[in-house]
């Protein structure tokens, strides 16, 4: 994470070099604001970042705050067809069971959710689960954002019974038996 926000400061100072120096005139500064950034971008994946820094030079004439950074990523995020973070964890949680049946807005939401392990989401509380969740939705999301198809659940058909039921005339017979057996 570290690494994406150096590398997306690099790229701002690449494209916006006067703007870049004229409002972070000191290393110690830059220092402060990658910090705050840091902390305000901890949400998202790093691919997402990059792309929204990337997003955000194409869009854009000026150097973009912080707040704007934010925007690209969620716009990130959306294009891929990807709720937040949070979104996408408030989404594995209440999902009912069978989780292979639910509505899923993302494979990667289910995908995160059942590496996280379904048991664990729903019995422990947010403070346990939520960095857990986040770290597989990030890892998922990354997938996602290089480019790679994710598959959601995979619905399995049951087979129909092989067997043919037994006639009313066998019925009664087994069920006789069944109680000459039992002693009834």
Known sequence: MIE???QVFALFRLNYHNQYYAAWSDAE???QVKRL???ALDAYPTAVILRAAQHAIEHSDYLPTLNRMIEACRHCLSDLGLPSPHDA?????LAPSPKTDAPWQHPAVYLAGRDSDWFFLANEPESKTWPVYREHYERWVSRAARG?????PERVALAAPAEQEPSSE???THLARLRKEIGL
Not at 89 to 93: G, K
Not at 148 to 152: F, R
């Open 37 to 39: 950034w840091l902390e």
């Open 89 to 93: 964890y408030r989404q594995a949680c």
């Open 4 to 6: 994406a926000i150096n």
């Open 29 to 31: 500064q830059v220092s």
């Open 170 to 172: 066998e019925q009664v």
């Open 148 to 152: 790679e198809v994710l598959e959601g």
